[in-house]
């Protein structure tokens, strides 16, 4: 009997050095855990035998003993009508001291073989519980990349979807999200924009893009210092992936050309982009508040004769030389396109003749 006393006082001393070591490496709460495993075994112990709703478990934060106890009320001797959820002031007073109609007193009702039980039920919710506090911190430490870039390793196609491994998690980039024409080898590096992290039972559902405008105005916010400091801001952008993006820049400081920033030494930052992009073409104009200044700028490199905008209705009627029509409009109208989408104006364009 004492033996196996003490392996039991043996098994509950392990049971809480291993939640010790598991806080420490997992960074996953003890109390959470031990928190678990009470109600879980209150179940148990409810289905085995029939305990009513005022019995708790409770295990010893210290020791890992575990209690099964019965919360009685202390009720007047002659309005005791219920033993299993009251107890009389007199007997309360002769096994639990000095209490008072009204207190509540713990009353033991630990089961026989209830240890063995509480062993099993540890184990199961101990690594349920892990796993599920693993999935939890992936996602609150991924849900902070929310809108951030990232570099992933190129796992699998499924179907047209590539799938992609970030740390210890999976990312998917649906074929929606990817740049017309652009394929990836196996094991391949690449960076990508989170756009969702969605919580699911089987841990954080994380989907990326390589389209998304944001992803370009995310490598500008990494690759020039001065947006970084806030002396440059990205004030819009319009892109048509794997084609050409148009960004509009502004800055505070007057020594500071926004453009040039963005560009770099001999071209040196925008062209980090560029290969980051594979190629896509990238304008880079100055923001204005002025709308025809604005609508003038977004049209580059095409050269206009002249502006109206109508701010209201939010359109534009621009006139521009004849061999600057085309260029204006653009292939297939995309200029044009990336422009309005850039200003928020509708761009009506017209030769001067």
């Known amino acids: 009997m004492a033996a196996k006393k003490k392996a039991a006082l043996n098994d509950r001393t392990e049971l809480i050095m291993a939640l010790d070591a598991i806080e420490k490496e997992k960074q996953i709460s003890k109390d959470i855990i031990l928190e678990a495993i009470e109600n879980s075994l209150l179940a148990a112990c409810k289905n085995q035998y029939g305990k009513s709703d005022n019995v708790k478990v409770s295990i010893d934060r210290e020791t890992g003993a575990v209690g099964v106890y019965a919360e009685l009320n202390v009720v007047e001797d002659d309005l005791l009508e219920d033993d299993v959820l009251e107890i009389g002031v007199t007997e309360a007073r002769l096994k639990y001291g000095e209490v008072e109609v009204g207190d509540v007193v713990r009353k033991e009702v630990t089961p026989k073989n209830f240890g063995r039980i509480a062993a099993q039920k540890a184990k199961q919710v101990v690594i349920q519980k892990i796993r599920e506090e693993e999935r939890k911190i992936l996602y609150i430490q991924y849900l902070e990349k929310e809108r951030e870039v990232v570099t992933g390793v190129v796992q699998r196609y499924s179907g047209r979807n590539v799938c992609f491994q970030l740390g210890k998690v999976d990312a998917?980039?649906?074929?929606?999200?990817?740049?017309?024409?652009?394929?990836?080898r196996p094991t391949e590096r690449v960076r990508l924009y989170v756009v969702e992290v969605?919580?699911?039972?089987?841990?954080?559902?994380?989907?990326?893009?390589?389209?998304h405008p944001e992803f370009v105005k995310r490598l500008f916010e990494e690759e020039v210092t001065e947006i970084q400091?806030?002396?440059?801001?990205i004030k819009s952008i319009s892109r048509e992936a794997g084609s050409r993006t148009k960004i509009a820049v502004s800055t505070n400081d007057s020594n500071v050309d926004a453009v040039g920033a963005c560009v770099g030494m001999n071209g040196s930052r925008v062209s980090a982009i560029v290969d980051e992009l594979r190629g896509e073409k990238i304008d880079i104009i100055n923001w204005s508040d002025t709308p025809e200044i604005l609508i003038e700028h977004a049209l580059s490199p095409a050269e206009v004769t002249y502006?109206?905008?109508?701010?209201?209705?939010?359109?534009?009627?621009?006139?521009?030389?004849?061999?600057?029509?085309?260029?204006?409009?653009?292939?297939?109208?995309?200029?044009?396109?990336?422009?309005?989408?850039?200003?928020?104006?509708?761009?009506?364009?017209?030769?001067?003749?």
């Open 229 to 233: 400091d806030g002396v440059v801001e």
């Open 307 to 353: 502006v109206e905008a109508d701010e209201e209705e939010k359109t534009a009627r621009v006139i521009v030389p004849p061999d600057q029509l085309s260029l204006a409009i653009g292939k297939e109208g995309q200029n044009a396109r990336l422009a309005a989408k850039l200003t928020g104006y509708k761009i009506d364009i017209k030769c001067e003749d």
């Open 172 to 184: 998917i980039l649906m074929e929606s999200e990817q740049v017309p024409g652009e394929r990836f």
């Open 198 to 211: 969605r919580e699911t039972p089987k841990g954080p559902r994380i989907t990326v893009s390589r389209s």
